[in-house]
């Protein structure tokens, strides 16, 4: 039994050794096969043709379409709105839906090992929402597809040129991707103990290894259509599909929605356990779902702490491929909602924060700790002020002469990118003190070196944020440029440097620590609606940033390679962009909460009408709570 | 017998070191060297 075990974590460790082998490997991939693409191979057979010469060969190749006004079909409302809402929701739904089993296979995993099966319901519990969620995610998929061969059949001819047969491969994965989570899902207590066990985590694995390939798969129509790659200055197909699709932008935004996703996930999820636990009926159902939502909000916070430096890489990437592209989005128009983005991620980050604090009053241990609340929170407060402060502001000339110019004396230094650097690592930082002292706060070390422990963290963080502030504060605004966003990397790396330690040290300090008893459920109901604020603030964020993404292409449906003469070419203003992202947030909510009705629905039994005289009034309406 | 400010000067002197050569080893993989005072050196 036990020989059988040790080969079962084998086999499925090289699982998971080949499914990261596979993603890492998956670089040096050449695709040449004709098959994948059209063009390609249209090229490949004049090559081979030795009378023709590469010039004609050239003439060809077939370049990207050139559509008037007039081959835009109008139906009355504006095409773009219409793509632009289904499209989020899609997107929306495909995050979750993405991201629940990624974090599901690991609260499995940690089930096997503590051999604590609350790990294995609140698993199994987190994708009964994912499954009602792919349902949608699929339908508004259907319906996008829809609407973009109807609204926009010309650039949807031109990508299907391009990518080809890869447009199967997607098909493909999502039939496998539809039948693997019906398995896993339904197999759950089919698969529950011994090597069946392993057998289900493997599912879960395949799950996830499909789900990252569609992810990745989709991506890289995004990324063609802003940085293409792979085809000439006329759009024509000059490379193959592997060409086309690893664009310069592809990696970056792989990495960007792969972490995103999970904080949303763990978001959406959280409201989940909010929900049930403030609608609970017993102490026990209570101590559950606040179990639920702590792990939930522990999810969203953890992948968001890194998901700056991921989008630092990206914008990093865009202005590296084209400096125009990288001002528009920054410098430009769109500049101003990098402001609203910083109210957004001080909002989640606030939530989350307040979170923890009033989850520590599940331990009474937690009161040597209550002293630095009040200190992270000012810190953070003041953070967040320095980033929402704008580096221009709108204003009457009566104004700008008041002021002396268009930048505030003071505050104006606090605009640009240095100030903002030194903020937003220092929330991370923050944010992950709160972690800290939250996990710290139900334990008692017992190590003989736990005041060098202590001392070593203390000065990590003491010597870190002084780096941070130095290396603003002195490259930022008394050096050159190049310097100025060389030290940036520096402060990265700073903040990652805490975490780490953070993490690594407290595994060390704690090993064999006393555990002082927590009371699940014995948390503040003001704590669970954080927990509503979060999803909220991570959907509106995403459709935000969505925007920005999309926009930085501005009159161009394929950058530099094919025009959008359609009649919305142009960037929206931000009021109207402002309404759009409203309206997405709120249809994607209801449709969360549609999906919380539906699973607390299946969660209900109707007692035979025989039975009812039986049962006391109070007990009549059936099932969980 | 190690008195609390030996092992706060040791954890200091420990965190102090490993920032310093971390800023100079991060600039320097940018091709952005700097001096022993963190001024640039270019």
Redesign the interface.
């Known amino acids: 039994m036990k020989e059988s075990r040790y080969y079962s974590r084998l086999i499925w460790s090289m699982l998971l050794l080949i499914t990261a082998a596979g993603f890492f490997w998956s670089g040096t991939i050449s695709i040449t096969g004709e098959w994948f693409s059209g063009a390609v191979a249209s090229v490949e057979k004049v090559s081979t043709d030795t009378v023709v010469t590469e010039e004609d060969a050239e003439l060809k190749l077939v370049p990207a379409p050139r559509p008037t006004r007039a081959d835009y079909p109008d139906i009355g409302v504006s095409s773009r709105s219409i793509v632009w809402v289904v499209a989020q929701m899609h997107l929306f739904f495909g995050a979750l839906v993405l991201a629940v089993p990624l974090f599901v296979l690991v609260i499995e995993l940690l089930g096997v090992y503590t051999g604590d099966s609350r790990y294995d319901d609140m698993a199994h519990e987190f994708m009964k929402i994912s499954i009602t969620a792919y349902s949608i995610t699929a339908l508004f998929g259907g319906t996008l597809a829809l609407a973009l061969f109807l609204l926009y059949p010309d650039l949807m001819t031109y990508l299907m040129r391009v990518f080809g047969a890869q447009m199967m491969v997607y098909a493909i994965l999502f039939f496998l991707e539809s039948m693997v989570l019906y398995i896993y899902y339904y197999g759950w207590d089919a698969l529950r103990y011994g090597n069946a066990k392993w057998v289900h985590l493997s599912l879960g694995l395949l799950l996830n290894a499909v789900g990252a390939t569609l992810m990745v798969t989709a991506n890289s129509w995004a990324t063609f259509m802003m940085a293409p790659s792979g085809v000439n200055e006329v759009g024509a197909v000059i490379g193959n599909i592997w060409e086309v699709m690893k664009g310069p932008l592809w990696n970056p935004i792989n990495l960007h929605r792969f972490i995103a996703n999970i904080a949303f996930g763990g978001a959406v999820v959280g409201a989940y356990a909010a929900y049930k636990c403030l609608a609970a009926r017993t102490a026990e159902a209570r101590a559950h779902y606040d179990w639920m939502g702590y792990t939930s909000n522990f999810i969203a916070i953890l992948a968001f702490l890194p998901l700056p430096f991921a989008g630092y890489w990206l914008m990093a990437e865009i202005y590296a491929y084209s400096q125009q592209m990288g001002i528009t989005a920054m410098g430009g128009i769109l500049a101003w909602l990098f402001i609203i983005q910083a109210v957004l991620i001080g909002t989640i980050l606030l939530a989350g924060n307040y979170y923890l604090w009033s989850g520590m009053s599940r331990t009474e241990g937690s009161k040597r700790y209550q002293g630095f609340i009040k200190y992270i929170a000012m810190v953070l407060v003041i953070c967040f002020l320095i980033w929402v402060t704008p580096n221009t502001l709108i204003l009457t000339s009566g104004e700008i002469a008041a002021l002396g110019g268009s930048k505030h004396p003071l505050l104006g230094a606090l605009g640009i990118m240095p100030a903002k650097n030194i903020a937003v690592n220092l929330m991370l930082i923050f944010t992950f003190m709160s972690f800290q002292i939250y996990r710290r706060s139900d334990k008692v070390a017992t190590v003989s070196w736990e005041k060098a422990g202590n001392a070593l963290m203390v000065a990590i963080y003491v010597v870190a944020i002084v780096n941070i502030i130095f290396a603003g504060v002195y490259y930022g605004y008394f050096t050159n440029t190049v310097y100025k966003v060389g030290s940036s990397v520096m402060q990265v790396v700073s903040t990652l440097t805490v975490i780490i330690s953070g993490v690594v040290l407290d595994a060390f300090l704690y090993r064999g620590a006393k555990t002082l008893p927590s009371h699940w459920g014995q948390v503040s109901n003001r704590a669970q609606y954080a927990l509503f604020a979060l999803p909220i603030a991570f959907t509106w964020l995403m459709a935000l940033m969505g925007y920005v993404r999309s926009s930085v292409r501005t009159h161009w449906h394929v950058y530099t390679v094919m025009k959008d003469t359609s009649p919305d070419n142009f960037i929206p203003t931000i009021g109207y962009a402002g309404n759009m992202m409203t309206i997405v947030t709120v249809m994607f909510v209801l449709f969360v909460l549609f999906i919380f009705w539906i699973a607390n629905l299946s969660g209900s039994k109707q007692l035979p009408p025989y039975a009812i005289n039986k049962v006391p009034a109070t007990e009549r309406v059936g099932g969980a709570a | 017998m190690t008195t609390?400010l030996q092992?706060?000067l040791?954890?200091?002197t420990?965190?102090?070191l490993?920032?310093y050569g971390?800023?100079h080893f991060?600039?320097s993989m940018?091709g952005?060297p700097i001096n022993m005072d963190?001024t640039?050196a270019q």
């Open positions: 609390n092992i706060w040791a954890a200091f420990i965190a102090f490993y920032f971390l800023d991060i600039m940018q952005l963190f640039p």
